[in-house]
C-alpha cells in the first residue's frame, strides 16, 4: 500500500464548530505531516510528527490541534476557526530519515464559514 | 529558514516543446530538491527528485540538474504533452529534527498548446 489517505474529503464547518480531520497511511513510515494550501498557492507546513512525537510546529495557532494516536494515524483537530483558515490540508508522510521522499494524500478542502 | 524562489509562475508551450523552470535556494545545509506536480484539484505528486551528492538526474522526458555552488537547480521536461499541464513545486529540505521539512516554491502553472 503506497498511499496517504484522508478523510473527510470536503468539510464546511461554522466558527463554533469542533471538527477533526483524519489521514492514515500503511507504507511503515515514521513522519508524518501536516500541510495547508490556499488557492495558487504552495503547500506551507504546519506540524512535523516523528516517531508519533510533535517534532515541528511551524508557530501554528492553537485553534489548530494535531494528533497522532500511532504510526499510521494522524489527526487535526479544529475549533474556533476563522474564514480565512478555508483551505486544502494535506497529510504527508515519509520515512524518518532524512532526504526521504514526502507522499501526499488527496486533501480535505476546508471551508469556514 | 529556508527560501526557495521559483520561475516562472507561469509558462505556456507548444506540445512537443520543452519546458524548464528554474529554482534557487538560500540554505547551503539544504541536501536534497523534490519536484512536485499538482494538477488541478488533486494531490501533490512527486515527479522526480535529487539529491546534493550528484549534479543530474533523468527519468525519461524529466531531467533535474543541480548546481550546489550556485544554489539552483532546474526541471526539464522535453517532448512536452498536453497532460503535463500542471502546476509544478520544486522544494528543498533542509536539516530538521525527524523527517525533512520541506520548502516550497511559489509554483509555476505550466500550459502545454495541443
Known amino acids: 500500500d503506497t498511499e496517504v489517505t484522508q478523510t473527510p474529503k470536503h468539510l464546511v464547518m461554522g466558527m463554533t464548530n469542533k471538527k477533526s480531520l483524519k489521514c492514515e497511511q500503511h507504507?511503515?513510515?515514521?513522519?508524518m505531516y501536516w500541510y495547508k494550501q490556499k488557492a495558487k498557492k504552495p503547500p506551507e507546513l504546519m506540524f512535523v510528527y516523528s516517531y508519533e512525537k510533535l517534532s515541528i510546529n511551524e508557530s501554528v495557532p492553537s485553534r489548530f490541534s494535531p494528533e497522532c494516536p500511532n504510526s499510521s494515524l494522524l489527526n487535526l483537530h479544529l475549533h474556533a476557526l476563522q474564514p480565512e483558515d478555508s483551505a486544502l490540508y494535506l497529510c504527508?508522510?515519509?520515512?524518518?530519515?532524512?532526504?526521504?521522499?514526502?507522499?501526499f494524500g488527496p486533501g480535505t478542502r476546508l471551508l469556514v464559514l | 529558514g529556508e527560501n526557495v524562489e521559483q520561475h516562472p509562475s507561469t509558462l505556456s508551450v507548444q506540445e512537443g516543446d520543452s519546458a524548464v523552470i528554474k529554482c534557487t535556494y538560500s540554505?547551503?545545509?539544504?541536501?536534497?530538491f523534490p519536484w512536485y506536480k499538482q494538477e488541478l484539484g488533486k494531490r501533490p505528486q512527486l515527479i522526480i527528485d535529487i539529491r546534493s551528492n550528484v549534479g543530474e538526474k533523468k527519468d525519461q522526458r524529466i531531467a533535474v540538474t543541480l548546481n550546489k555552488t550556485a544554489k539552483h537547480f532546474s526541471l526539464h521536461i522535453t517532448e512536452t504533452q498536453p497532460e503535463d499541464s500542471a502546476v509544478y513545486f520544486c522544494?528543498?529540505?533542509?536539516?530538521?529534527?525527524?523527517?525533512?521539512?520541506?520548502?516550497f516554491g511559489g509554483g509555476t502553472r505550466l500550459m502545454v498548446k495541443p
Open positions: 507504507m511503515g513510515h515514521r513522519a
Open positions: 540554505d547551503s545545509a539544504s541536501n536534497y
Open positions: 504527508a508522510s515519509s520515512q524518518e530519515r532524512r532526504q526521504e521522499t514526502q507522499y
Open positions: 522544494a528543498a529540505s533542509g536539516a530538521a529534527v525527524g523527517g525533512n521539512m520541506l520548502t
